[in-house]
């Protein structure tokens, strides 16, 4: 349970559930609602959307609705791919007016990497969130990457996506980096990104931060390129069947990627060599607690 119904209080010795939910502005029924699992034919409908939006992320539903029903069989209506595609987090890239005025206590920041060239590692890190497809459910993926070697310093998987998963994966990316930090952290323009939580624990260290352009993926092209290797060479084949397969086999493949796979723009040096040679320093600052 997750949101103010999370504050209830079953136990407390003063105030009953109506009360609390009354002071919370919660409804009474909700604390008793337990969520449908997701049938296998849809687990099976959002893995194909996700390998769709892998493929070309500017296919809009009614492309989706026509491929579903070409390729695979399915016949999906598009309200049923369109409240998938809110379930998992996706969206189409395209350009559009703007429509709505950002929350005011999300505050956007500018995009801080154009024409600019990066020499040397822990001088930008990079974070994304991508939809992770399982045999009995789904769970998000949150990584912080090294942009210059391409090392993956930290992540974190969950059954939500929330600001939680994500300062989840900072820390252990400091954690594993003894502390470093870097001057510039850069990501896309969701929520989670823009909260106060996350904002803060960046400014704390004094890391200056670059958020993506709206709709511009290539802004990020590094963390997208990762997750096109690590779900085609390793979520898709194996289809962990829960969250604690995929943490191992996600443990597996990330040490893999960061310590033995050659790298052919690295002149076949792997991301952490390529890491420990080049690394600048920082002062170790206060250690991020990690979220449950």
């Known amino acids: 349970m997750s949101g103010r119904a999370g504050l209830v209080d079953y136990k407390h010795p003063y105030l009953s559930l109506r009360t609390q ?18 049938s296998p034919e849809e687990l099976n409908i959002m893995r194909i959307m996700d390998e769709i939006y892998l493929r070309d992320p500017c296919i809009g539903e009614r492309r989706i609705v026509l491929l579903l029903e070409r390729d695979h069989g399915l016949c999906v209506n598009r309200k049923r791919v369109s409240r998938l595609r809110r379930v998992m987090g996706i ?15 999300h505050v956007k920041f500018p995009y801080l990497l154009r024409g600019k060239t990066i020499t040397r590692a822990n001088e930008v890190w990079c974070s994304d969130i991508t939809y992770v497809p399982m045999a009995h459910g789904n ?91 690590v779900k085609y060479e390793d979520i898709y084949l194996r289809g962990y069947a829960n969250i604690e397969e995929l ?46």
């Open 21 to 38: 939910c009354e002071l919370l502005s919660v409804s009474r029924s909700s604390l008793d609602y337990v969520p449908l699992l997701a």
């Open 91 to 105: 969206e189409t890239i395209f350009c559009r007016p703007r429509t709505s005025i950002p929350d005011r206590e």
């Open 139 to 229: 769970a998000f993926l949150c990584v912080v990457m090294d942009w210059y070697s391409r090392k993956v310093l930290g992540w974190a998987v969950s059954n939500t996506m929330d600001v939680a998963l994500c300062l989840t994966a900072l820390a252990r990316a400091l954690k594993a980096g003894g502390g470093v930090f870097p001057e510039i952290f850069n990501t896309d323009q969701g929520s989670q990104f823009t909260s106060q939580e996350w904002v803060a624990a960046l400014q704390s260290r004094g890391i200056a931060i670059s958020m993506d352009g709206k709709g511009r993926w290539m802004d990020n092209v590094f963390v997208e390129r990762l997750w096109r290797s």
């Open 247 to 292: 943490k191992v086999g996600l443990t597996r493949w990330f040490g893999d990627y960061n310590e033995w796979r050659p790298h052919q723009i690295f002149g076949g040096e792997t991301p952490a060599t390529i890491y420990a040679q080049n690394a600048e320093i920082s002062t170790p600052q206060p250690e991020l607690k990690a979220a449950a």
